[in-house]
T-cell receptor, first 110, second 110 residues
Framework: TQLLEQSPQFLSIQEGENLTVYCNSSSVFSSLQWYRQEPGEGPVLLVTVVTGGEVKKLKRLTFQFGDARKDSSLHITAAQPGDTGLYLCAEFYNTDKLIFGTGTRLQVFP | ETGVTQTPRHLVMGMTNKKSLKCEQHLGHNAMYWYKQSAKKPLELMFVYNFKEQTENNSVPSRFSPECPNSSHLFLHLHTLQPEDSALYLC?????????FGPGTRLTVL
């Protein structure tokens, strides 16, 4: 079973700052998903990346998939308090199961 | 609101109690999942059901017993739990490669 390491583990920033979180694997991803989990809720899918080198944007969030498909990053521009939450990367295996990363807990202060 | 509901939202039980967690999905999905989320570990897959049939048991102790009477409902029966079983238990459903999570049941075992 592959291990998905995320960094940093915790991140506290002021509103308006930029940040990047990372997801790294011990082997090649088939496809990678990013989820955000807000306090008291379950994770919600943000994006799926499939092709090496792929870049996807979701408003102020930019997702990048490494060329070798062993890493991914999530960049947030001008963070807002509403971005606060736990960010999880996850990989699908056997078509219907997810392995989740260790998570990055983000706190954005006004 | 993701279309997946879980009850109860909070549960406190002693080690000798028997309780059940309930999950219901209103999305018409064929696959349902139980996950465990504890403070010090990544989100862990416990069980997978496809078309009411269990297709994955991720080495979960027998004190956790799942039941899937139909494609819309999933239960997790709990008995003789240990304090280390205290965690957030999340239910999810999926149709293709996106999983929709419920808000979870916060379980505390005394």
């Amino acid at each position: 079973t592959q291990l998905l390491e995320q960094s940093p583990q915790f991140l506290s920033i002021q509103e308006g700052e930029n940040l990047t979180v990372y997801c790294n694997s011990s082997s090649v991803f088939s496809s990678l998903q990013w989820y955000r989990q807000e306090p008291g809720e379950g994770p919600v899918l943000l994006v799926t990346v499939v092709t090496g080198g792929e870049v996807k944007k979701l408003k102020r969030l930019t997702f990048q998939f490494g060329d070798a498909r062993k890493d991914s990053s999530l960049h947030i521009t001008a963070a807002q308090p509403g971005d606060t939450g736990l960010y999880l990367c996850a990989e699908f295996y056997n078509t219907d199961k997810l392995i989740f990363g260790t998570g990055t807990r983000l706190q954005v202060f006004p | 609101e993701t279309g997946v509901t879980q009850t109860p939202r909070h549960l406190v039980m002693g080690m000798t109690n028997k309780k059940s967690l309930k999950c219901e999905q209103h999305l018409g999905h064929n696959a349902m999942y139980w996950y465990k989320q504890s403070a010090k570990k990544p989100l862990e897959l416990m069980f997978v059901y496809n078309f009411k049939e269990q297709t994955e048991n991720n080495s979960v102790p027998s004190r956790f017993s799942p039941e899937c009477p139909n494609s819309s409902h999933l239960f997790l029966h709990l008995h003789t739990l240990q304090p280390e079983d205290s965690a957030l238990y999340l239910c999810a459903s999926s149709q293709m490669n996106e999983q929709f999570f419920g808000p979870g049941t916060r379980l505390t075992v005394l």
